[in-house]
């Protein structure tokens, strides 16, 4: 078992990383439920494919879930799911020292998260993750939000959870297109900060998205890991620490919003697809070697994710995208800063990028590949 400590100020946690847990989860959640009959928001499919083993596991103790479902999909994290939760949660009479367990993916984390941020002034709340890109991602950190009509992740709060349970024996029933999606964000800490890393994946990626049990947890705990210790330097993304687990995303969320929110591109392909964008228009400033955006191109096509915005068969041309990005959280007196790479492992936050250059760099992949 991996047991990997988010160090905040008043507000440290544990994520625990490890097969089997759902069946532990009276020991391992149990002393966080202050009821014995406590709330739970799943995923619909997660629930339908795992709930049986969480409830087994913290029946010994009488303890049992009175579950509020959300459809699955990007939609979810919307206005009008977030009222519709939180109208639930009053009624089930949730306090503030009790804790909400939030079972699913990175969409059911988000929403609830956010839900449990605003609930009286906020609640506690645990993550129980149950994808890939839930388990080195989503539940780490305590970002929490909902999208709106203008764009990504555009309201909400930084909310941490008091635990994070990761049972790698979830991913088990994880669609491979998922797989891939979750594995767009392993990847990540490689390109961003861990070069010792990308060159483990180069080896090893294969068995992570084809669902090999050690690689997939040495995977899950490193990406923790970094995470973990990158939101303790910048809880609240002020110091620029933090931006850095944006990389890609200034590119993909602009993507994700041409594609309307929506299955056609999901979250951690588009965040590969920005990688790939990332690492090119570096080594188009001569911030690093085009055999090392090569890298990051081959590493991202390796994985079956998109490595090429032309394929998307996206309307938009590179000014539209730019437009999207206006939109940006980073967006700091009218400048947006870019998370770009001076080499594999070596993310840093530029703050002189000029948008109209961006606009004409995506217009030639638009066109070029
Ligand atoms: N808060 C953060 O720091 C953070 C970080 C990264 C991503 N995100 C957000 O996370 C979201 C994406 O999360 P996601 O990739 O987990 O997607 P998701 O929550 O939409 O889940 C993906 C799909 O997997 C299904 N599913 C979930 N668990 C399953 C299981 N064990 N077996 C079979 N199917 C299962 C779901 O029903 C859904 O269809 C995006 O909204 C993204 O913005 C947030
Ligand atoms: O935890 C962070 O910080 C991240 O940036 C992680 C990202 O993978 C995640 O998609 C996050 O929600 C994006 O943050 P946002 O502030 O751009 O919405
Ligand atoms: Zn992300």
């Not at 014995?36 to 339908?48: I, P, Y």
């Amino acid at each position: 078992m991996a047991v990997i400590p988010v160090a905040l100020a008043g507000r440290s946690y544990d994520v625990i990383v490890d097969a089997n847990l759902l069946e532990q989860a009276d020991t391992i959640v149990g002393p966080f439920l202050r009821q014995r009959e406590f709330s739970l928001v799943a995923d619909r499919n997660a629930w339908a494919l795992h709930g049986a083993r969480l409830e087994a596991g913290l029946a010994a103790s009488g303890r049992s879930a009175a579950v509020y479902l959300v459809e699955p999909g990007e939609s979810s994290k919307s206005w009008d799911s977030l009222a519709r939760l939180t109208d639930w949660l009053l009624a089930q009479g949730v306090e503030r020292g009790d804790h909400v367990v939030a079972f699913g993916g990175g969409v059911v984390g988000d929403l609830t998260g956010f839900a449990c941020a605003i609930l009286k002034r906020g609640c506690g709340f645990v993550q129980v993750p149950t994808t890939l890109l839930a388990q080195v991602d989503s539940s780490v950190g305590g970002k929490t939000a909902i999208n709106t009509a203008a764009g990504k992740n555009l309201v909400g709060a930084f909310h941490q959870p008091s635990l994070v349970l990761a049972d790698l024996d979830t991913l088990r029933t994880l669609p491979p297109r998922e797989l891939r999606a979750g594995y767009a964000e392993v990847l990540k800490y490689g390109v961003l900060g861990d070069a010792a890393f990308f060159e483990w994946l180069a080896d090893n990626g294969g068995a992570v998205t084809g669902g090999d049990p050690s690689a997939t947890a040495h995977a899950v705990a490193t990406s923790v890991a970094a995470k973990a210790w990158i939101v303790a330097q910048d809880e609240r993304e002020t110091t620029g620490a933090r931006a850095l687990l944006n990389l890609g995303h200034t590119f993909g969320h602009a993507l994700e919003a041409e594609a309307g929110f929506s299955d056609r591109l999901l979250h951690g392909e588009a965040v590969a697809l920005g990688m790939v964008l990332a690492a090119r228009y570096s080594a188009r400033l001569g911030l690093m070697g085009d055999d090392e955006a090569e890298a990051v191109t081959a590493a991202v096509d390796a994985a079956g994710l998109p490595a090429e915005i032309a394929a998307l068969g996206l309307s938009a041309d590179g000014q539209r995208l730019v437009d999207h990005m206006r939109h940006d959280k980073k967006m700091e007196g009218g400048t947006l800063p870019f998370v770009l790479l001076r080499g594999i492992g070596q993310a840093f936050l530029a703050r002189d990028v000029a948008l109209a250059d961006v606009a004409a760099f995506l217009d030639e992949e638009l066109r070029a590949h």
